[in-house]
Structure formats: structure tokens, C-alpha cells
């Protein structure tokens, strides 16, 4: 079965440092995204991006944040300016899109700011 | 905006018990979505319910979508171990394949 594909699996960084998670969307896959979920917490929306542009952010995504489709499969998540709040899970996911259906996940890269 | 509430946030049954985890949307849905997260795990898609009033089972899981479609519950029959995890629904935040509003979750806790 077509899987996500997400590195590293743990990131630990130091706060204001800037970091790249990266995530290989399932190949026939049109909209990708990225979730956050803080220890224990649920799962928050970051980011879609459709067609080479986000399509829609949520409030968390702000102005430290950035994505980018570098090639044809790369996804990837830049947190620029670390902050020890940042410290969570994310979670890269891609869907068809043609007609609403289910969202494939990623195992995720924890993420840790000391 | 748009909240999705899920109770109960924890629920410790025995195995072989029934379990029902209930969503409540402050807002019409289009569809609603079900995940599973085993613990230390990512979200697994389970199911999708798009119709007012939709049933719809997997086996021991049956899932129902509210005629208002502003609620929808997910009910286990008789719990094996192998259910352990955090049930999630789910709503999208606006129409074709935006992002999704997670509730909080129940997390299943079985005790052999």
C-alpha cells in the first residue's frame, strides 16, 4: 500500500535554530499538509498547498513558517526561528483530491527545541 | 471558527465491552472522517460519512452520521486489546480537499 514517507524521525534542535522536515507524498497525490500535535494533545492543522501554492494556513502557521515542493516529490516543512514551542510532532499527509476521501498520514518527526 | 468536540476524552473498558466515542460539530459538516492513532503512532484513516443520517460498519466498528450532520459517533462491539489507541473524528475545514479540524480524541484504555 502507497505510503507516506517522512525524515528524520526525531529532530532535536537548539531554540532559534532553523530546521527542514521533509516528507515524500503518496506519487499520484494532488494536496499535501502538514499537522502538528503537541504531546498527548490533538492533532492541528497547519498548512495545505495544492498546485505548487498553499491553499489554505491556519493561525499556528505564521510568518516562521514556510513550505515548499523543491522537485516533483519532496514536501518540505522550514520552521526558520525555533521556539521551545514548537516542540511536537508533525505530521506530513496527502490526499487525491479529487473528491473528498480519506487523508494518508505519515509516521511523523518528533520534534524536540532545548 | 469552526470546533469539533469528541467525548468522552478517556474511556477505560474491559475487554469484550462495548465502547462509544461521540462527535459534536459547532458547525454543518460535508463530511465527516474517523482515525485511529495506536499510542506512539500517526492518525489512520478508518472511514469517511458524507450522507445525513449515514451507518456505515467495518466489522466490529459501526459508525453514524446525525441527520443535522453536525454529529457523529463511533461504537466498538466487544473490544479486543488490538482496539487500544486514540479514536479522532474529524471535519474539513471548508469545501474539496482543504485541511481538517481533528477533535480531541477518546483515548481507549482496555483492561484485559
Known amino acids: 500500500e502507497p505510503e507516506v514517507t517522512q525524515t528524520p524521525s526525531h529532530q532535536v534542535t537548539q531554540m532559534g535554530q532553523e530546521v527542514i522536515l521533509r516528507c515524500v507524498p503518496i506519487?499520484?497525490?494532488?494536496?499535501f499538509y502538514w499537522y502538528r500535535q503537541i504531546l498527548g494533545q490533538k492533532v492541528e492543522f497547519l498548512v495545505s498547498?495544492?498546485?505548487?501554492?498553499?491553499?489554505?494556513k491556519s493561525e499556528i502557521f505564521d510568518d516562521q513558517f514556510s513550505v515548499e515542493r523543491p522537485d516533483g516529490s519532496n514536501f518540505t516543512l522550514k520552521i526558520r526561528s525555533t521556539k521551545l514551542e514548537d516542540s511536537a510532532m508533525y505530521f506530513c499527509?496527502?490526499?487525491?483530491?479529487?473528491?473528498?476521501?480519506?487523508?494518508?498520514f505519515g509516521s511523523g518527526t518528533r520534534l524536540t527545541v532545548v | 471558527g469552526q470546533q469539533v468536540m469528541q467525548i468522552p476524552q478517556y474511556q477505560h473498558v474491559q475487554e469484550g465491552e462495548d465502547f462509544t466515542t461521540y462527535c459534536n460539530s459547532s458547525?454543518?459538516?460535508?463530511?465527516i472522517q474517523w482515525y485511529k492513532q495506536r499510542p506512539g503512532g500517526h492518525p489512520v484513516f478508518l472511514i469517511q460519512?458524507?450522507?445525513?443520517?449515514e451507518v456505515k460498519k467495518q466489522k466490529r466498528l459501526t459508525f453514524q452520521f446525525g441527520e443535522a450532520k453536525k454529529n457523529s459517533s463511533l461504537h466498538i462491539t466487544a473490544t479486543q486489546t488490538t482496539d487500544v489507541g486514540t479514536y479522532f473524528c474529524?471535519?474539513?475545514?471548508?469545501?474539496?480537499?482543504?485541511?481538517?479540524?481533528f477533535g480531541k480524541g477518546t483515548h481507549l484504555i482496555i483492561q484485559p
Open positions: 458547525t454543518t459538516l460535508s463530511n
Open positions: 460519512l458524507v450522507k445525513s443520517g
Open positions: 498547498f495544492y498546485n505548487n501554492e498553499i491553499s489554505e
Open positions: 499527509a496527502s490526499n487525491p483530491g479529487q473528491v473528498p476521501t480519506g487523508y494518508t
Open positions: 474529524a471535519g474539513p475545514l471548508g469545501g474539496g480537499a482543504d485541511g481538517l479540524t
Open positions: 506519487s499520484n497525490h494532488l494536496y
